[in-house]
């Protein structure tokens, strides 16, 4: 295994140098698991840590600093990525100026976040990775994700890597709510016409429902839904216009109305019967102990292992209790982590990237503000999962984020709009 290792590293470096593109293939595919065929974090642990991943931010991080500095680029990107290397920087040093765990557990404990990396990466090289290559790698994805929940439903046939037990979990969800996204942008360009929309709408929203994420499920179909009536260019308040988001939002009522699973799902969070709200709170009893006496500036990033755990954490109740960190649970995480200031300066960075968004006015500017809506369902998903500290949120945001930033002057985008390419 050894061998497959080096050659896995060997592979992922040199394609990292001399071909971009092929790279950025690699490393999405890496963090699917290789479509459920080939599990890297499985299959390359040495000393109990999964080397898989944290092998390829590494190769990510040793080439950008080889390359050239940043200071080279503009400033919209390197406000956003610096900001993203101080809040890793602060979370590996943050700890150990507390004395609350060594630098080795610091740094593995860190690993998660690497992933920020891959938009250094993307951002060094973005004259060789256009974005409608990025839109061409991640539309197929999502729908393969969403048709191996599909198939595993109907039949029990799905790739080997994704079935644990009786349990069935393709990687990552929020890549198959990014596809729909960039889907919604190509009806929108009518790059492609209503009835395929409608086909791999009803895909991609099937893979949601089935992967059992019900907060990215609701803010994606919401956003997408909605913003079908105002996007289409500049919003004009026609009688017709005005007509169509009636009916819209009539028929929006209806469901909710009339849908016994979506009115049983409302009901019980409003009523805070919910099974995911309920158990939250009750396993987040001692993160929020912690949180009161560190409520400014966190405690960074927290080995599992690190003498800290034992002030606060009973190790004998579940896996959900057992560390710092929480992935489902973003708020708490974060403030686990960097405390308020950390989060209002989380929120400021991903704040940033929406403005940058929103207040485009080159001829991308659909692409822009679909992006722009893309990550900002992230704000209301993090109540429930982690996407600002976790690589399943990470990845998929700073692909949104790079397309956004790089789209302000239009250079290297090569989205024509009746074409991927």
Known sequence: M???????????LGLSISCPRYFVVFYILATTKFLGFFDPEAAFVFQGLGLGMPSLNLIVFVVVLFRGRLRRVSKNYRIFAYGLIGLLVYGILRPMALGVETWQQAIIASKEFWTIGFFLYLVKFRRKIPIGYLLKIIVPIGLYLSTTYLMYQLIGLAPPVYISGDIFRAYYPTYISLAWFFTFYFFLIKNIR???????????????????????????????????????????????????LTIGILTLVLLTLFSETINNFVSDVLSRKDTAISSRENYNVFRWEAIRDKPYLGYGFIHKNAPINEKYIDLSTNRFTERFEVIDSGYVDVLIKYGIFGLLFVIFLWLFIIKKAFSNKTSSQLLARVCGLFILQYFLINYTWSVFTYSHGLIPGVIVAFVIVVIQKENGLRLKKNSYE
Not at 2 to 12: D, H, M, P, Q, S
């Open 194 to 244: 209503i009835v395929r929309f409608l086909i791999y709408t009803s895909i991609f929203s099937i893979g949601l429902i089935l992967a059992g994420h019900s907060s990215i499920t609701i803010t994606s179909i919401s956003l997408i839904g909605f913003s079908i009536f105002f996007l289409r260019g500049k919003v004009k308040y026609t009688l017709y216009r005005v007509l169509r």
């Open 2 to 12: 050894i061998i497959v290792f080096l050659f896995y590293v060997a592979l992922a």
